[in-house]
């Protein structure tokens, strides 16, 4: 047996052990920026009925999200992105316009125009907004970051987002538009907005709407790739199939799992790795668990190379 296969079989028995399982959803808690003391606290008159256990019941959804999808058969990173189901119960159901019998959790589909997994996820919608609206900014940054991969520069001026000084009939969408506006901001703001607004069907709770101070919402919008290139956003939906089937994020993906599971950038590896693992990752059908195998396969079995500037 060769050096490469006697480390897939042991990270494959690995894979195995609840303490690798909870390994793995302690990744997507850094990925999806879960780690933060960030506080979900929603205004009570606009949200009645939203408090801790609400909260609570919202990230066990969101975990049993992960686990269903990443330790499934198929093992599909696409799905992560796409999957138009929740894990709800009997309250949060109801919150989102559902019905569950019985106790505990269990699966509802949605309109797929109106869920597309973790991006959707009503935890991550909720932990990204104010307490009593939407965040275009909050959400826009996590997607640029976090799905997309890309680096945003620190902003020339801090300019801090004062809602009660703005028209109180303009939408979420047309303040942060206001706002940002300056042709310093939108360096980085044209990224951020662009993404951003596509999730504005969703109010500080995740839950869909069709209007804002009774004018209907906008979630479309054009956003620039990496590469230069402009594509037209049409929601939710459309972002999170632009994202499932990009490079730039798939790879995105690989990297934070490398340094997550390694403690050491994927580059260090090799100039070619985060390309060999991509491709193996391609032909794998997007495979989690495969992905985590190879990379346990890189890590064991070539050293880091060394700077030679």
Same mark, same amino acid.
């Given at each position: 047996? !060769?050096?490469?296969?006697?480390?897939?079989?042991? =990270?494959r028995?690995?894979?195995?052990?609840?303490?690798?399982?909870?390994? @793995?959803?302690?990744?997507?808690?850094?990925?999806?920026?879960?780690?933060?003391?960030?506080?979900?606290?929603?205004?009570?008159?606009?949200?009645?009925?939203?408090?801790?256990?609400?909260?609570?019941?919202?990230?066990?959804? #969101?975990?049993?999200?992960?686990?269903?999808?990443?330790?499934?058969?198929?093992s599909?990173?696409?799905?992560?992105? #796409?999957?138009?189901?929740?894990?709800?119960?009997?309250?949060?159901?109801k919150?989102?316009?559902?019905?569950?019998?019985?106790?505990?959790?269990?699966?509802?589909?949605?309109?797929?125009?109106?869920?597309?997994?973790?991006?959707?996820?009503?935890?991550?919608?909720s932990?990204?907004?104010?307490?009593?609206?939407?965040?275009?900014i909050?959400r826009?940054?996590?997607?640029?970051?976090?799905?997309?991969?890309?680096?945003?520069?620190?902003?020339?001026?801090?300019?801090s987002?004062k809602?009660?000084?703005?028209?109180?009939?303009?939408?979420?969408?047309?303040?942060?538009?206001?706002?940002?506006?300056?042709?310093?901001?939108?360096?980085?703001?044209? !990224?951020?907005?662009?993404?951003?607004?596509?999730?504005?069907?969703?109010?500080?709770?995740?839950?869909?709407?069709?209007?804002?101070?009774?004018?209907?919402?906008? =979630?479309?919008?054009?956003?620039?790739?990496e590469?230069?290139? !402009?594509?037209?956003?049409?929601?939710?939906?459309?972002?999170?199939?632009?994202?499932?089937?990009?490079?730039?994020?798939?790879?995105?993906?690989?990297?934070?799992?490398?340094?997550?599971?390694?403690?050491?950038? @994927?580059? =260090?590896?090799?100039?070619?790795?985060?390309?060999?693992?991509?491709?193996?990752?391609?032909?794998?059908?997007?495979?989690?668990?495969? #992905?985590?195998?190879?990379?346990?396969?890189?890590?064991?079995?070539?050293?880091?190379?060394?700077?030679?500037?």
């Amino acid at each position: 047996m !060769t050096k490469r296969a006697v480390i897939v079989a042991h =990270a494959r028995r690995m894979l195995q052990d609840p303490r690798s399982r909870a390994k @793995v959803q302690g990744f997507f808690h850094h990925w999806l920026d879960m780690d933060g003391e960030r506080d979900l606290k929603k205004d009570s008159k606009a949200y009645p009925g939203f408090d801790k256990g609400s909260i609570g019941a919202l990230r066990h959804s #969101l975990n049993l999200f992960i686990d269903e999808l990443v330790w499934s058969g198929s093992s599909d990173y696409r799905q992560l992105l #796409l999957a138009r189901h929740l894990p709800l119960n009997r309250d949060l159901a109801k919150l989102y316009g559902k019905s569950v019998a019985g106790k505990g959790f269990q699966r509802v589909e949605f309109d797929p125009n109106r869920r597309a997994g973790l991006i959707t996820h009503p935890y991550l919608l909720s932990s990204f907004a104010y307490p009593d609206s939407s965040s275009p900014i909050h959400r826009g940054v996590f997607l640029t970051r976090q799905m997309m991969g890309r680096s945003l520069k620190p902003p020339p001026e801090a300019v801090s987002f004062k809602d009660d000084e703005l028209d109180p009939s303009l939408t979420m969408r047309e303040k942060v538009t206001q706002v940002t506006k300056d042709r310093a901001c939108m360096g980085c703001h044209g !990224t951020i907005n662009s993404l951003g607004f596509s999730l504005e069907h969703y109010d500080a709770l995740g839950r869909w709407r069709n209007q804002e101070n009774k004018k209907p919402v906008d =979630a479309t919008s054009n956003y620039e790739t990496e590469d230069g290139k !402009t594509i037209r956003l049409q929601g939710a939906r459309s972002l999170a199939e632009f994202a499932a089937r990009n490079e730039g994020s798939q790879k995105a993906f690989i990297r934070h799992l490398f340094h997550y599971l390694v403690k050491q950038p @994927v580059g =260090a590896y090799g100039k070619n790795t985060i390309e060999d693992l991509h491709r193996q990752f391609k032909k794998s059908r997007f495979n989690v668990k495969n #992905l985590i195998i190879e990379i346990l396969c890189v890590a064991s079995m070539h050293g880091t190379e060394k700077d030679n500037s």
